[in-house]
C-alpha cells in the first residue's frame, strides 16, 4: 500500500538524549533500548471515516517517538497497518449504499494527505489486510495445527478462533482482571456471547464467508481475517519479536494489543511481542471520547479546509495536540486551537528576528522534557521562555533563532 510523503528532519547540534516511556505492561516509565535500528509498530485506522483528532493525536505521539530516536542516531523502521476490512467499514458501505472498497480507498488517501499536512513521518511498510490476507491464513493454519485455535461448533459457520489461555503470559500486557477483560471485549469489537465458543474471549481468527460479504479463498475455507491477528502477523513478519515499541490509542490496550501479542507468542512460544507497549490517551469533546458512535469527531481535514483563508494552519493544529501529555485523556476546545494559534505566531515571529538570546540552553531543555516520556507541555514552556526572552531584544545571538528553528522542526515537527 502506498504510503504518504516524508518530510527533511534537520540535524540538530547538541547531544542527544535517550528516550524513556511509559510502558502499559510493566506499569513504569523505562528506556527504550534500540539497536542500530529502532523498531516500532503502530495500529493503523480502519477507513470508514475521515481522520479525526483523536488519530491526529495519537500518530503524532508516536512521530515523536521516530523523531527522537532519529535524533539519537537510529535508523527507525516503522511498520503500520491499515484494517481495510472489518466490519465499521463493511456497515458503513452497506449503510451508504457504496462500495466497501472505493470506501476504504478514498479515507486512506484522505488519512495519507491529512498525516502529510501534519509532517507526520511515514511508516517504511504500510500494509492493508486485504493484501496481507495470504500470510494471515499461513499464520491461522499454523495455530490450528499447534491447537491453540480450533473451530466453533457450528456447522453453518465454522469460524476460526484462538484459546485465549493457551500461554502462560496471557494478560501481562493490559494487566486487566477477567471481568474488565470480559466488559472491555464486549465494548470493543468481540462476540463473548456466540454459540460455538469455548471460551467468552476466545476472539476470532477467521471469519467464514457470509452472504453478501467479502471472502477469500484459502486452505482455511472462504472468508476473511480477524481484526486482532492481522496486526500480529503484519508486524511479526516485518519486525519479529521482541521489537522495540507497539503503540496505538488507550482504548487497544485490550482486547486488541493483548490478543496481538497472544497470537505471536502462542505461534512463536516467545515473549514478549513488543518491548515497551504505549499508548497515548483520548482526544474528547463535550466531555466524552471522539467516536463515530457518539457523533461528536473533529476532523482533521474540515478543519483544515475551513475558512476563507484556507482553514486552520496544521501546524497550530499540531502545536495544539503537542500542549497536552500524550498520555493524558483530554478536552479539545476552541480555546485550545486559539490558544496554539497565538503561540505559533509569537513563535514565528521572534524567529523573523537577525538574533536572539543564546539558544543551547533551550534545545537541551527541549531534549530534556521530550526524552522523559514526551513531555511536550514542558517542551513547549522551554520555547516560550525564548521567545518571551528574545522578545526583549536584549539577544545578539545571530545563530540562535536558526538553531531553535531546526530544532523545533525536528524534535517536535512543527515548521517554523
Known amino acids: ?75 527507525v523502521h516503522y ?39 501534519l509532517r507526520i513521518l511515514p511508516p517504511r511498510d504500510y500494509i492493508g489486510a486485504v493484501e496481507a490476507v495470504p500470510e494471515i491464513t499461513e499464520v491461522i493454519a499454523k495455530l490450528i495445527a499447534s491447537g491453540v485455535a480450533y473451530r466453533a461448533a457450528d456447522d453453518t459457520y465454522p469460524d476460526v478462533y484462538y484459546d485465549h489461555a493457551a500461554t502462560q503470559w496471557f494478560g501481562s500486557e493490559s494487566n486487566y482482571d477477567e471481568p474488565t477483560m470480559r466488559t472491555l471485549f464486549a465494548e470493543r469489537g468481540g462476540d463473548p ?18 452472504p453478501g460479504e467479502p471472502s477469500w479463498d484459502s486452505e482455511l475455507g472462504p472468508g476473511r481475517p480477524g481484526w486482532h491477528v ?33 497470537h505471536a507468542e502462542a505461534l512463536t512460544g516467545q515473549h514478549p511481542f513488543a518491548r515497551h507497549y504505549v499508548h497515548a490517551g483520548m482526544i474528547g469533546l463535550h466531555g466524552e471520547k471522539m467516536s463515530k ?17 484556507g482553514g486552520v494552519d496544521p501546524m497550530a ?10 498520555r493524558t485523556d483530554r478536552e479539545w476546545t476552541p480555546d485550545v486551537l ?33 526524552s522523559d516520556d514526551l513531555d511536550t507541555p514542558k517542551a513547549l514552556l522551554a520555547v516560550d ?10 539577544g545578539r545571538d545571530a545563530d540562535a533563532p536558526g538553531l531553535l528553528r531546526a530544532a523545533v522542526d525536528a524534535l517536535l515537527g512543527i515548521e517554523l
Request: glycine share 8%; aromatic share 8%; with cysteine.
Open 1 to 75: 500500500m502506498q504510503t504518504w510523503q516524508p518530510v527533511p528532519v534537520p540535524a540538530v547540534p547538541g547531544t542527544p538524549r535517550p528516550l524513556r516511556l511509559y510502558d502499559t505492561a510493566s506499569q513504569e516509565i523505562r528506556p527504550t533500548a534500540p539497536g542500530r535500528t529502532a523498531t516500532m509498530y503502530v495500529c493503523g485506522i480502519t477507513p470508514y471515516d475521515a481522520t479525526h483528532l483523536g488519530h491526529a493525536a495519537t500518530y503524532l505521539a508516536f512521530d515523536l517517538v521516530h523523531r527522537l530516536w532519529l535524533d539519537n542516531g537510529h535508523e
Open 79 to 117: 511498520v503500520q497497518n491499515v484494517t481495510d476490512v472489518d466490519d465499521p467499514l463493511l456497515e458503513r458501505a452497506a449503510r451508504d449504499q457504496s462500495d466497501w472498497v472505493v470506501l476504504a480507498m478514498r479515507e486512506t488517501a484522505l488519512f495519507r494527505e491529512d498525516m502529510e499536512a
Open 193 to 210: 456471547d456466540r454459540p460455538g465458543k469455548r471460551h467468552p474471549l476466545d476472539p476470532l481468527l477467521w471469519r467464514m464467508a457470509r
Open 230 to 262: 492481522e496486526c500480529s502477523v503484519i508486524a511479526l513478519n516485518r519486525l519479529g519479536m521482541g521489537f522495540d515499541v507497539q503503540g496505538g490509542g488507550s482504548d487497544l490496550i485490550f482486547p486488541h494489543h493483548e490478543f496481538s501479542a497472544a
Open 293 to 309: 458512535s457518539r457523533g461528536n469527531l473533529v476532523f482533521v481535514s474540515k478543519l483544515r479546509g475551513d475558512g476563507e483563508c
Open 317 to 326: 493544529l499540531r502545536l495544539a495536540l503537542l500542549s497536552g501529555h500524550y
Open 338 to 370: 486559539a490558544a496554539a494559534t497565538a503561540q505559533l505566531a509569537a513563535w514565528r515571529s521572534a524567529l523573523t528576528r537577525p538574533a536572539g538570546p543564546p539558544a543551547t540552553d533551550t534545545v537541551a531543555r527541549l531534549r530534556t522534557h521530550l
Open 385 to 394: 521562555a525564548w521567545v518571551r526572552e528574545a522578545g526583549t531584544g536584549r
